[in-house]
Every structure is written in C-alpha cells, then in structure tokens.
C-alpha cells in the first residue's frame, strides 16, 4: 500500500470565510512576509542603509538576522492548526515591545543616527504597532467567534 507523503509537517489551516481566525492568520502572514522582505533588504543593502541611516553594519546586519527569524515565525504560526490565544498575545508583545524599542533607539539615539535613521526607525515603530493593533483585533475576533 502507497501513502502519499506529507509536503509540510504543518496542515495548511483553515482560512474560509466561516474561520474565526481568517482575520488574525492574514494579519500574521503579511506581517511575516514584510517582515521577512525588511530582513532581506537590511542584510543585502546593509552598505548603502548604514550610510543612509548611521546605523552600524554589525546592528543592522543583527536586526536583519532578528526580523528574518520572527518573520519565519509569524509565518509559522499563521498555519498552525489551532492559533492559541497565548501564542498570539506573545506576538503581539513582541511587536509592541519592538515598536518601544525602535521609538527608544531613535530618541536616545545611542547609534549616532541620521536624520533618516531617526525616521526609519519611527517609520518601523508605527508598523509593527498596528500590526499589534491589527492582532489584538484579530485575536478579539477569533475569542468571540469561538
């Protein structure tokens, strides 16, 4: 007897319109892509963005390698069978607290940045915090409709 094998070791989740987390699994893919594609261009352009920014090569090829890990993260947990309210209150932790951390960067500015660095970073601090708001709505949807 033939068994098809598996392509993933994770199902693919259940995304239709009756999926009371459908809102809260887009959320997690789009922030797991663009953060993913943020991760690609600060470690391929870390020249041209450290002198654009100030930003040392050493951190930003770190953040690079940070944001490249958490997007595959994020994409992970989108396809997760069951999304458990405690992994997703952890998600949006982290880009609450990322966002702290690039407004902290920015404004104490221990980098030495420039005029652009100190936008960058305030650009990214707003992103991920309504990627925060976007999963906390998503997770208030998904808890209701359960």
């Known amino acids: 007897m033939t068994h098809a ?3 993933s070791t994770l199902p ?13 699994r887009l959320v997690l893919r ?12 600060l470690i ?3 020249g041209p ?7 040392p ?17 994020l994409l992970l947990i989108a396809r997760l069978p069951v999304l458990r309210p405690a992994i997703v209150r952890t998600v949006i932790c982290v880009n609450l607290f990322s966002g702290i951390g690039c407004v902290a960067l920015a404004l104490v500015d ?3 940045l420039t005029g652009f660095g100190v936008f960058f970073l305030l650009v990214g601090a ?17 808890t209701q409709g359960a």
Do not use: C, K, W
Not at 15 to 22: H, I, V, Y
Not at 30 to 41: E, F, H, I, Q
Not at 126 to 142: P, S
């Open 44 to 46: 391929v352009a870390v």
């Open 49 to 55: 963005l450290g002198d654009l920014t100030g930003m």
């Open 110 to 112: 221990p980098l030495s």
């Open 30 to 41: 789009v922030d797991g892509v663009s953060t993913a594609v943020m991760a690609v261009v």
């Open 126 to 142: 707003v992103i991920v915090t309504v990627y925060a708001a976007l999963g906390y709505a998503g997770l208030r949807r998904m």
């Open 12 to 24: 693919d989740a259940p995304a239709g319109p009756g999926d009371p987390a459908r809102l809260l």
């Open 5 to 7: 094998r598996p392509t």
């Open 57 to 73: 090569t050493g951190f930003t090829l770190g953040f690079g390698g940070y944001q490249l890990a958490g997007g595959a993260v």
